[in-house]
């Protein structure tokens, strides 16, 4: 280039750069924009566009694949549902059930399956069901233990699998019961089951990890933690998750870098047999709200059905009661329940939020023992009885509405009303 001119080498230079800046630009307009759909994700991920960029002449924008979901008819272009519910809490009663009932199918062992059938039909509504594990389990011939130090038959987490569950929350103040060797094995066995889990760990590095739930249109991360341990200590402080809103908050800015549309916090606390959330529930689940990071907020431990408040747009379920237990003798609420299944739909930007909060109340029955619904279409029939069952629902609904949840928009579950 030494016989080229200065004036025409700048020309050249110039020329040059005009078509690399050319290439550049039609090559960003593949990327998606912030509130466009990427065109290799179902779950609202996005890359950033040059600016003014955009796709080139004739060329249509892809648009996002409808995404109904299961439950109620989805108003927006996708949506997703998440159904939950209260403490496994298996007795010894519970688990002679399940020998009971194994023996009358002609079958050996134990069988939790008659127990939770009355779910099934609420769980298929769902796209999503999250069961939590109050107690570890141990080993498939025992030996068993009840309260207070629990050991229970492994049986309970095949039917929670085969009623339709896909995962459980196990930070509980019963999670080391049994030291590490129940820890790990309640772990190993909601593995061996195919249920994906959160709480509890078994490795440091496990700790660190987030559970994300792949759903057909969203990501749904689960952060769980519980009050405390009944006075026990984990062997090491990273094994379950204890409720400190920080690593809360920290862990679900975690989930959503990884790519999570919906983020759960689930709390194990509160005062047993309550009507109400104590000062704690309160003020953690309202510190998590207001980190902008939770899309909802759901609880359990206190063996009562809890109120549900809609706190700065954000649903919070205080307590879900029991979902299966021995019937107490001295507190009718710790034999009641409540099943919860939220529906959440993506806006046109690429939000999500909420959008259909539904509930329906229980009770655990005995003679045989089963968990039953007492919501106002009686899905199984008379559950305790008659007058017994209108009592439960009245006491339920009244608790979960003392927080102004039924004028926020919330409402019982009818399965009659399809879907």
Aim: glycine share 10%; aromatic share 6%.
């Amino acid at each position: 280039m030494g016989n080229i001119s200065a004036g025409l080498r700048g020309r050249i230079v110039a020329a040059a750069s005009a078509v690399v800046l050319a290439v550049f630009l039609a090559s960003c307009v593949l990327v998606a924009g912030p509130g466009e759909p990427s065109p290799s994700s179902a779950t609202g991920s996005t890359g950033e566009a040059a600016e003014g960029a955009g796709p080139p002449s004739g060329t249509p924008t892809q648009a996002p694949t409808p995404t109904p979901g299961r439950g109620p008819g989805c108003a927006a272009v996708r949506c997703t549902s998440v159904l939950v519910t209260g403490d496994m809490l298996v007795h010894p009663q519970l688990w002679q059930q399940a020998r009971e009932d194994a023996r009358a199918s002609g079958a050996a062992g134990l069988d939790f399956g008659p127990l939770l059938e009355g779910q099934r039909r609420y769980i298929e509504q769902s796209d999503v069901a999250i069961c939590h594990l109050e107690t570890p389990v141990a080993g498939p011939d025992g030996p068993f233990s009840g309260y207070p130090s629990f050991n229970v038959p492994p049986q309970i987490i095949h039917a929670v699998r085969g009623v339709g569950y896909q995962a459980c929350t196990t930070a509980s103040n019963h999670a080391v019961d049994r030291g590490t060797a129940g820890l790990v094995r309640t772990l190993d066995a909601l593995d061996a089951a195919g249920l994906r889990h959160t709480g509890s760990y078994r490795t440091e590095a496990e700790s660190q990890g987030v559970l994300i739930l792949q759903t057909p249109a969203a990501k749904i991360a689960v952060i769980d933690a519980t009050y405390g341990l009944n006075g026990l200590r984990a062997e090491q402080s990273w094994q379950v998750d204890l409720l400190d809103p920080a690593a809360m908050i920290s862990k679900a800015r975690r989930a959503r870098a990884l790519g999570a549309d919906i983020v759960l916090g689930v709390m194990h606390a509160g005062d047993e047999y309550s009507s109400e959330p104590n000062a704690q529930q309160r003020e953690v689940a309202h510190t998590l709200v207001d980190s902008g990071q939770f899309s909802m907020i759901y609880g359990h431990h206190s063996h009562s059905v809890l109120p549900i408040e809609k706190y700065k747009g954000t649903w919070i379920v205080y307590g879900l009661g029991n979902g299966i237990t021995e019937l107490s003798p001295s507190f009718v609420v710790n034999n009641e329940g409540l099943l919860v299944r939220v529906q959440f739909r993506q806006d046109a930007a690429g939000a999500w939020a909420a959008s259909d909060l539904a509930w329906a109340p229980s009770v655990v029955v005995r003679g045989p023992y089963r968990w039953c619904s007492v919501a106002a279409d009686a899905p199984q029939g008379r559950c305790a009885g008659t007058a017994a069952d209108a009592a439960t629902r009245r006491r339920t609904t009244a608790v979960v509405e003392s927080m102004g949840a039924a004028a926020a928009g919330a409402h019982e579950l009818i399965l009659s009303r399809k879907p």
